[in-house]
């Protein structure tokens, strides 16, 4: 038996902290959380999941918890790693099957399957696919179960309480499954540098996938590359041309279509191409001016030969016989 006076169940301020932490769920505390990865393999249609850090990352949920059922608790924030085809958001402890899964904390406004992010290949763009009767709100426009809406560079996505966007990588992400050593700025500077979209770039505009085929094909280092690769490369173009000021996007959407079936288009701001130093002050000088028929002068004419004085490159004449 247990002896008088002993007590098994922690103080009262640690009992308090202890709900709050189980209400709170999987979101952590002020360190970021990294995506809960479940043990199957992912689709085959896509890339294979990968756990946290150590495999690609494609994309990153950086979102907090705007309000607690614990009026004292303070909102947490997150950040998750996206490394596989398909994300499944919903609350925390549900069961994930065959993708990556995220959960967003304990509160019933969540469901247990809330939303779903995927990589469309035949589209190169990231969706959304909201899969709860509360819907969701996506850059400030509501959205039902069953609606499916593109991700784009910072999308805001709101699940409930949870607050959340969608980031591409940058050349800063780590990434050792990324061939050669360009940066995807470099990439990209190349492919519109190319000339080969001089044409597109001045009519309709330049889509993500034009560039990244373009690399794929014409860049040593890229043109082995395996599907993961290809899928990390689409994103990573994705980053540049949202992030760099040297690209504008040109939206293009048509009235009769939904807000899914947008098309991104890009062009450079500036396209005259950067030449070096000492290029760039031969352009910026002046052209010299053509000579003229004035400015050659024929040399003077030789003098007329006597025999008595003769060039001192010949020898001089033999005396004459004596008589």
Request: hydrophobic letters at 35%.
């Amino acid at each position: 038996c247990k002896p008088r006076g002993r007590q098994d169940r922690p103080p009262p301020r640690a009992r308090a902290a202890i709900a709050s932490a189980s209400r709170v769920g999987a979101v952590r505390s002020r360190a970021r959380m990294s995506a809960e990865v479940s043990s199957s393999s992912s689709p085959p249609s896509g890339p294979k999941a990968s756990a946290g850090e150590e495999g690609p990352i494609f994309a990153k949920l950086q979102g907090k918890l705007l309000y607690m059922e614990d009026p004292e608790a303070e909102a947490e924030e997150f950040e998750a790693s996206i490394g596989s085809a398909t994300v499944r958001l919903g609350r925390s402890g549900a069961e994930a099957d065959s993708a990556e899964f995220v959960g967003l904390g304990n509160t019933k406004s969540i469901s247990r399957h809330h939303a779903t992010i995927r990589w469309v290949r035949e589209t190169d763009r990231w969706e959304i696919v909201c899969m709860s009767k509360n819907g969701m709100v996506v850059d400030k426009a509501f959205y039902g179960r069953g609606e499916t809406v593109a991700l784009e560079h910072k999308s805001s996505v709101k699940l409930g309480p949870c607050a959340i966007y969608f980031v591409l990588p940058s050349d800063d992400d780590r990434d050792s499954n990324k061939p050669g050593k360009h940066t995807y700025a470099e990439l990209v500077k190349m492919a519109f540098a190319s000339g080969a979209f001089d044409r597109a770039e001045k009519d309709e505009g330049v889509s993500s996938t034009d560039v990244r085929d373009w690399i794929a094909k014409n860049v040593h280092a890229w043109t082995t590359a395996t599907a993961d690769q290809i899928k990390l490369l689409s994103t990573g173009v994705q980053g540049v041309l949202y992030r760099s000021k040297d690209y504008e996007k040109l939206d293009k959407v048509d009235a009769a279509s939904a807000p899914a079936a947008r098309q991104n288009k890009w062009k450079r701001s500036n396209p005259s191409p950067d030449l070096p130093p000492a290029k760039r002050l031969a352009a910026a000088a002046p052209p010299a001016a053509a000579p003229t028929a004035a400015a050659f002068v024929a040399p003077p004419a030789p003098p007329p030969f006597d025999p008595r004085f003769p060039p001192p490159s010949q020898p001089p004449p033999p005396p004459p016989p004596p008589p």
